[in-house]
C-alpha cells in the first residue's frame, strides 16, 4: 500500500529558499516515477516537477525551471523537492505521487495531506 507523507512546508518571504520532502512508507518507490504537484488557494491542483525511478530524467513546469529542482533518493524511499527563489505565487498545498511516466505522466495514487508553503511578499 502507497503511504506518501509530505513535508518540509511553512512561511518563507519571497526570495527564500524550502526543501520539501515525500516519505513513501509503504515502500513502493520501487520502479516508479515520482512528481511533486500543488494546488493553490482556490485553484485546481497542477504539475510541478516530476523525475524518473533512475534520477536520470526529470521534467519542470515553466513556472519553476530553474528555481526548483526535484531529487530522489532510492535507498531512502524519499522525493525531494529544492525550492528556491520562492515568489508569492508559489503559495500552495504540495503533494507527491507516483506518476505514470515524468513527462506528462498521470497521478497514479489516492492524494495524501500534503505540505503547505506561504511565501510573504
Known amino acids: 500500500q502507497v503511504q506518501l507523507v509530505e513535508s518540509g512546508g511553512g512561511l518563507v518571504q519571497a526570495g527564500g529558499s524550502l526543501r520539501l520532502s515525500c516519505a513513501d512508507s509503504?515502500?513502493?518507490?520501487?520502479?516508479?516515477?515520482m512528481g511533486w504537484f500543488r494546488q493553490a488557494p482556490g485553484k485546481e491542483r497542477e504539475f510541478v516537477a516530476a523525475i524518473s525511478w533512475s534520477g536520470s530524467s526529470t521534467y519542470y513546469a515553466d513556472s519553476v525551471k530553474g528555481r526548483f529542482t526535484i531529487s530522489r533518493d532510492n535507498a531512502k524511499n524519499t522525493v525531494y523537492l529544492q525550492m528556491n527563489s520562492l515568489k508569492p505565487e508559489d503559495t500552495a498545498v504540495y503533494y507527491c505521487?507516483?506518476?505514470?511516466?515524468?513527462?506528462?505522466?498521470?497521478?497514479?495514487?489516492?492524494w495524501g495531506q500534503g505540505t503547505m508553503v506561504t511565501v510573504s511578499s
Open positions: 509503504g515502500r513502493t518507490f520501487s520502479g516508479y516515477a
Open positions: 505521487n507516483r506518476v505514470s511516466r515524468v513527462v506528462y505522466g498521470t497521478p497514479l495514487d489516492p
